[in-house]
């Protein structure tokens, strides 16, 4: 069946959701991008793409869009993501991602939406260092960002049980990389995740590296964590939403991530292979909220939509984050 569907993507002039628009239109559908450009930037939508600036918590707006734009699916990526901040400002996680999808899960109901995909976490899980994490695993975020992605995992199963909503819920590990033919990529300067902060130290932009916590239950005391390409995880997306729309298949929750995991170390020290020469480093405490350790069972997302990953190698990822910031770095 051919792929010609308008679908609505909030949040997508961001990192992932920029990748996201990249992979729908490759595989024929028409995003419409909706982005209040608070975090976001216009420049990373690809221009392919319909842009309209709003936000995804105005209900009448965000109805009428979907309306005069015949959408047939939304996707959800606005939101706040850092579990730092989450901890000092709670509320404003709860405002920006379970207020704001509430409104918008309001106006897809009044729009007759039946196929709604969630941008969701790996930090709804209980932390764990023993074996890899699988969806039924037991939820027990540790930060206010977890718990509010959680929040929201459980409205669109209560929605989905009493309207004809069927949800996909994609639970994200460590995101990384850049798009590999640099169209877009990370461009938060206040970034917090690992290999983003690493490239920018790399050229320069920050004067070192922090390491975060030397003490956790992990063989080098490192937190550990499953990197996945951003590239990778928006081909999961489009899998995800073809299931929705092209096969008329169920809801359901799926980890994104590669089923292996690094260190905190083990990435730094793939940053030195690419730049022959160590990165400045220095070491502080743990951060609040940040878990030992996070890998994925991504079976069941293997094997429902017979995604295979084109990324999946430490050194790539860090290459293509390193080109992108050089690009942005001039």
């Not at 990373?44 to 793409?49: G, I, L, R, T």
């Not at 220095?282 to 878990?291: E, N, Q, S």
């Amino acid at each position: 069946m051919p792929r010609n569907e308008k679908i609505l993507v909030t949040g997508a002039a961001g990192y992932i959701g920029s990748h996201v628009v990249l992979a729908l239109l490759g595989a024929g559908y028409r995003p419409v991008v909706l982005d209040n450009l608070s975090t976001g930037s216009r420049e990373m939508v690809d221009p392919e793409a319909q842009f309209v600036e709003g936000e995804a918590g105005d209900e009448a707006a965000v109805a009428a869009l979907i309306a005069q734009e015949g959408c047939k699916a939304v996707m959800h990526f606005a939101g706040s993501i850092q579990v730092a901040e989450s901890v000092a400002e709670p509320l404003k996680y709860y405002d920006n991602n379970v207020s704001t999808s509430v409104a918008l899960l309001r106006a897809c109901r009044r729009q007759d939406i039946s196929a709604f995909i969630f941008s969701s976490t790996a930090a709804v899980y209980q932390s764990r260092t023993d074996r890899v994490i699988k969806e039924e695993d037991l939820l027990a975020p540790a930060s206010p960002y977890g718990r509010s992605k959680l929040m929201v995992e459980q409205m669109l199963g209560d929605a989905s049980a009493a309207y004809d909503l069927r949800h996909i819920a994609l639970r994200y590990f460590n995101v990384a990389g850049a798009d590999p033919a640099l169209r877009t990529g990370q461009c938060g300067k206040e970034a917090t995740h690992l290999i983003k902060r690493a490239s920018q130290a790399a050229v320069g932009s920050l004067p070192e590296i922090t390491v975060f916590g030397t003490d956790y239950d992990t063989e080098d005391g490192t937190c550990v964590r499953d990197y996945i390409h951003v590239s990778d995880l928006a081909t999961a997306h489009v899998a995800a939403l073809d299931h929705l729309l092209q096969s008329n298949g169920e809801g359901g929750t799926y980890n994104c991530g590669y089923g292996s995991g690094y260190s905190v170390s083990q990435v730094l020290d793939a940053v030195d292979r690419q730049l022959d020469t160590p990165l400045p480093r220095k070491f502080g405490p743990r951060r609040a909220g940040d878990p030992a350790s996070l890998i994925a069972d991504s079976t069941r997302l293997r094997e429902t939509f017979n995604w295979q990953p084109a990324h999946d190698d430490l050194d790539h990822i860090v290459a293509t984050a390193l080109a992108w910031e050089r690009k942005l770095h001039g």
